[in-house]
């Protein structure tokens, strides 16, 4: 069965210290993986998608990477702002639905 | 990128009655679909809204529960029917564009 496993759960940082959240995943077949930022009572925002092994995307203080089993999103020098829960999920085909992982609820204190 | 609003943005029932959620997006898209997340919880998929046809359903959802529409390539409606309890979550509407997926705000349901 595929799957997608997001670690760990909950992360609390200081405000400036980095760190990375990962994203597993076991499916038969990739076509993208894509990150979201939630915040509480609202939508996942998009942040990402990639496509193949190797690639990189940055955007202000976060990076994401892509090997073929496993996603890491950094976050260098987080804010307080950068609070939320980070969602994975993984793509299959071209117009099939993704499939999440649980999230990793950041937490970044000043 | 898409710009998906959804109504009502919260609503509180009644056991028994029943919600329609609306989605609109600001283009035309080749997929949307419906997620619920319950407290605490991640994204699961309901179903994926075909436009002209019949929704297809995620196992564990029916369309006698979840009824489904869309009439067209930017609309869509989502009504959970029979409320209980069980049944309060935020409903979420999701589209695809330009290769990328995008969601609404959702819909905070209370069930009384």
């Known amino acids: 069965e595929d799957q997608v496993t997001q670690s760990p759960e909950a992360l609390r940082l200081q405000e400036g210290e980095s760190s990375s959240l990962n994203c597993s995943y076991t499916?038969?077949?990739?076509?993208?993986l894509f990150w979201y930022r939630q915040d509480p009572g609202k939508g996942p925002e998009f942040l990402f998608t990639?496509?193949?092994a190797g690639e990189e995307k940055e955007k202000e203080r976060l990076k994401a990477t892509l090997t073929k089993k496993e996603s890491f999103l950094h976050i260098t020098a987080p804010k307080p702002e950068d609070s939320a829960t980070y969602l994975c999920?993984?793509?299959?085909?071209?117009?099939?639905?993704?499939?999440f992982g649980k999230g990793t609820r950041l937490s970044v204190i000043a | 990128s898409a710009v998906i609003s959804q109504k009502p943005s919260r609503d509180i029932c009644q056991r028994g009655t029943s919600l329609t959620i609306q989605c609109q997006v600001d283009?035309?898209?080749?997929?949307m679909f419906w997620y619920r997340q319950q407290p605490g919880q991640s994204l699961t998929l309901i179903a994926t809204?075909?436009?002209?046809?019949?929704?297809?359903?995620e196992s564990g959802f029916v369309i006698d529960k979840f009824p489904i529409s869309r009439p067209n390539l930017t609309f869509s409606t989502l009504t959970v029917s029979n409320l209980s309890p069980e049944d309060s979550s935020i409903y979420l509407c999701?589209?695809?564009?330009?290769?990328?997926?995008?969601f609404g705000p959702g819909t905070r349901l209370t069930v009384t």
């Open positions: 999701s589209a695809t564009g330009g290769g990328e997926q995008y």
């Open positions: 499916v038969s077949g990739l076509r993208g």
């Open positions: 283009s035309q898209v080749t997929m």
């Open positions: 809204a075909n436009q002209g046809s019949e929704a297809t359903y």
């Open positions: 999920a993984v793509q299959l085909s071209g117009n099939t639905p993704l499939v």
């Open positions: 990639l496509y193949s």
